[in-house]
């Protein structure tokens, strides 16, 4: 198990940009998959993006690709979102995640909220 923290969230207005972090420690070696999700109040918790060891390859949500990124430094001790042209639809709490297998959901972040007005 890993274990996450994240920070970077804020509030800005629709356009802005944020970069969220993710602060990993543990067992970080065995780490193949870490992803953001988010839950904003009242709706299910989703998946935002994901990015997989060895391949580097790279998931997003339709909502947000071309304005979200998502990269890792080179030691999966970091990871990153950076947020472009931020909606009020993309007010959410934001969650990082890391995983052993394909699921990147075992192990969970405390969550940083994104606010967009």
């Known amino acids: 198990h890993v274990q996450l923290v994240e920070s970077g969230g804020g509030s800005v207005q629709a356009g802005g940009s944020l970069t969220l972090s993710c602060e990993a420690s543990?067992?970080?070696?065995?780490?193949?998959?870490m992803g953001w999700f988010r839950q904003a109040p009242g709706k299910e918790r989703e998946g935002v993006a994901r990015?997989?060891?060895?391949?580097?390859?790279?998931l997003y949500a339709d909502s947000v690709k071309g304005r979200f990124t998502i990269s890792q430094d080179n030691g999966w001790h970091t990871l990153f979102l950076q947020m472009n042209n931020l909606k009020p639809e993309d007010t959410a709490m934001y969650y990082c995640?890391?995983?052993?297998?394909?699921?990147?959901?075992?192990?969970w972040g405390q969550g940083t909220q994104v606010t967009v007005s």
């Open positions: 990015i997989y060891r060895g391949t580097g390859a790279t």
């Open positions: 995640a890391a995983s052993t297998d394909l699921s990147c959901r075992n192990d």
């Open positions: 543990g067992n970080t070696y065995s780490t193949y998959c």
